[in-house]
């Protein structure tokens, strides 16, 4: 069986990019991209404003399948196909796809980024991209002058919240408790914002609009009576969830199931192993981060193939 050079497993801008960066490299990489989820998050994204190079933006999946093309163009092979275990701590290192079976590799680079929590709620996969959102830095400016509102109570949803108080009407922040769970020095900042009002001991119980986010329902979390709050778009700050399932156990974790790398490289705890993008950053999210990772990636499991011949 042939032994690859590199696999990189997952894809998204971090991905791609790491075979773009190992196909031009000549590492003739192999990338599992996966079989539903190919391109990442941004192939539920409509407009991308802000990834440089696009002047009047460009939309998230043409964004990932022009990137899948440019890794394609410089050699790298794609499989559409799920990575169901891997062996990573002897060498060459074991990738078992669902339907490709076994390949072995002298390095491998994991991209298998993270998800957004979500409410559950009916019309929340609907209005996704049309009022709905899980990114204030990558949607915010589409809500100028506009009611926006934020889901939850901890410091990424205060951070959300002060961000789109630059460019929104005013910002409700929805939280199920009453007091933030934020630290202290971001709860002072929210208290001090003029634009910031509290809808505390609620819950988002339903998102109303047909074509766009129109209002949500709250229900009290302490008298279960319901009302309409009217607002333009829904921004949900309650977390996200690594994918780090598939290593678990192999590579050290952090408590929140993030993967620990050796910064600044993107070397794990395991020789031979890098790791790129949303499930290493979990502080940013954004794609210009995730492929900047993966670049890196590329670059580090070259290095250590010249160092380990």
């Known amino acids: 069986m042939e032994t690859r050079e590199v696999i990189i497993i997952g894809s998204g801008p971090a991905g791609y990019t790491a075979a ?75 990738i078992t796809a669902s339907s490709s079976g076994v390949h072995l590799a002298e390095t491998v680079i994991v991209a298998t ?41 901890g410091d990424s949803a205060i951070e959300e919240a002060l961000y789109l108080a630059r460019f929104a009407n005013s910002v409700t922040v929805i939280h199920r408790r009453d007091a933030l769970r934020a630290e202290a020095i971001a709860v002072e900042k929210a208290m001090a914002e003029p634009k910031l009002t509290f809808a505390w001991n609620s819950v988002v119980s339903a998102i109303n609009g047909e074509n766009n986010v129109e209002s949500v329902t709250l229900t009290d979390t302490i008298t279960g009576q319901t009302r309409e709050l009217i607002i333009d778009g829904l921004f949900i700050a309650i977390g996200a969830d690594p994918s780090s399932d598939l290593v678990r156990g192999q590579l050290e974790l952090n408590p929140d199931g993030y993967v620990v790398v050796n910064h600044p490289s993107t070397a794990t705890s395991v020789p031979g192993v890098f790791a790129c993008g949303d499930l290493v950053n979990f502080g940013y999210r954004q794609a210009i981060i995730a492929a900047g990772d993966g670049a890196k990636a590329a670059m580090d499991a070259l290095a250590y193939l010249n160092s380990n011949p």
């Not at 391109?39 to 990932?64: C, Q, S």
């Not at 410089?74 to 060459?92: H, M, N, Q, R």
């Not at 980024?113 to 049309?130: D, H, V």
Request: proline share 5%; charged share 20%; hydrophobic share 40%.
């Open 113 to 153: 980024g993270a998800s957004y929590r979500k409410l559950g709620l009916p019309s929340e996969e609907n209005l996704s991209g049309r009022g709905v959102s899980w990114c204030a830095t990558c949607d915010g400016f589409f809500f100028s002058g506009k009611d926006v509102a934020v889901v939850g109570g």
């Open 20 to 94: 773009i960066y190992a196909g031009r490299a000549g590492l003739k990489p192999l990338l599992f991209e996966g079989s539903i989820t190919w391109g990442g998050a941004l192939m539920n994204t409509t407009e991308v404003d802000n990834y440089p190079g696009f002047p009047e933006g460009i939309l998230g999946p043409d964004l990932m399948t022009a990137m899948r093309a440019q890794a394609e163009r410089f050699g790298a092979e794609i499989i559409t196909d799920d990575v169901i275990a891997v062996e990573l701590t002897k060498t060459p290192k074991t």
